[in-house]
């Protein structure tokens, strides 16, 4: 599908690469790189500016607002089970479906669609005996399907490419989380806490099997995870599991970064990072990404409380929704940070319908006036 951009391309002297590294790194450049984390599925439909373009997905609207390019690079599954469970209609009960997910859960939605948020009911992992017949069938370190074809990659993402390319590092506890459901694991910790340590050192394992593949092979720019175990109240699982538990796998994976001149490394995590963070730092990740602003903090209070520490996100989308005099002031607040460098800023999560889309426009226009010139 050829898209007609509905801005142009921001310009500057530098690649995306060169930009993008310097930029985190807290070393001058010709611009801000620009990007965005992408929109609900209900944009889609609901914006004009997507409907009459024909723009349908969020690739395609990085295309259409001439965004830098960013990629990663992994296995599909990362450090995860294979094969998934089989996404299936198990029973019909009244007015519902009672599916199964990839992740083995069972999950109650309504048969004629009008809620697609799911109400879990049950995790195929209960006691350590599921456990180690699911290890045994889907987490098997020699399963041939766990060996990449980097060569392709290679070809793909050539060491001179212009675009920054990171190298996926999974989850330690957050998919964990979705296998066993927020519930299943806060028991578990308590219940079965070898069984719980044993899935981190699986998810460990499995992404130190893929990271042995990819990074004597290939030039990556950063690193990228995802656990997304925070909300508004904090985290999901203890401070003390996190640091006993979680960051000495981090320290494992930072070893191999290290050793191939990967010096960044972000993870994926909404809510309120603040009880976890110094672990986080400690155990190797330096980069928040994409930092919700709401029920954590803005940007800047990490940032000054942390050296070393950057952002990749922060600009709060509920600021975006309430006018263009707010998205200014909020916007004014992020200049010495971006300034400073380590730190990227768009929308905190993915944009929701309700900014209105020539909002969303001028929002773009103001960030490429504030910060498309050198720093």
């Not at 019909?92 to 669609?113: C, H, K, Q, S, T």
């Not at 001179?160 to 390319?165: A, N, Q």
């Amino acid at each position: 599908m050829n898209i007609t951009p509905i801005r142009p391309p921001w310009g500057g002297t530098m690649t995306g690469r060169e930009r993008f590294n310097r930029q985190m790194n807290f070393q001058s450049v010709d611009r801000s790189f620009n990007m965005e984390f992408g929109y609900w599925e209900e944009n889609f439909t609901e914006w004009d500016i997507f409907r009459d373009n024909g723009i349908r997905n969020n690739a395609e609207a990085d295309r259409f607002f001439s965004f830098d390019r960013i990629e990663g690079a992994g296995p599909s599954f990362g450090g995860w089970m294979h094969p998934s469970f089989e996404n299936r209609v198990v029973e019909r009960r009244g007015d519902y479906n009672i599916l199964m997910n990839g992740d083995g859960l069972l999950a109650e939605v309504p048969a004629d669609g009008h809620d697609t948020i799911p109400h879990y009911l049950k995790s195929s992992i209960v006691t350590p005996d599921d456990w180690k017949r699911c290890k045994e069938e889907r987490f098997r370190r020699d399963d041939p399907e766990r060996r990449i074809d980097v060569q392709a990659l290679r070809q793909r993402h050539p060491d001179d490419r212009d675009y920054p390319l990171g190298v996926n590092c999974g989850s330690m506890i957050g998919k964990i989380r979705d296998m066993l459901t927020f519930e299943g694991l806060a028991y578990a910790m308590f219940d079965y806490p070898e069984m719980v340590e044993d899935m981190v050192e699986t998810c460990c394992l499995l992404v130190e099997d893929a990271l042995d593949q990819l990074l004597p092979a290939i030039r990556f720019d950063y690193a990228s995870g995802w656990e997304d175990i925070c909300f508004k109240n904090g985290p999901i699982v203890s401070v003390d599991f996190f640091r006993d538990i979680v960051m000495p796998r981090y320290k494992r994976i930072r070893r191999k970064l290290d050793q191939h001149g990967v010096g960044l490394w972000y993870t994926d995590c909404d809510g309120d990072v603040r009880p976890i963070l110094p672990y986080l730092m400690e155990g190797g990740i330096n980069c928040l990404f994409p930092f919700e602003v709401m029920g954590c903090a803005h940007p800047g209070e990490l940032l000054d409380a942390h050296p070393g520490l950057r952002i990749m996100g922060g600009v709060d989308k509920i600021q975006l929704a309430a006018g263009r005099d707010a998205i200014r002031k909020y916007l004014d607040t992020l200049v010495p940070y971006v300034e400073r460098g380590g730190y990227i800023p768009f929308c905190d999560h993915r944009c929701p319908p309700n900014v209105p889309p020539a909002d969303y426009l001028f929002y773009l226009d103001l960030k490429r006036q504030m910060f498309g010139g050198g720093f």
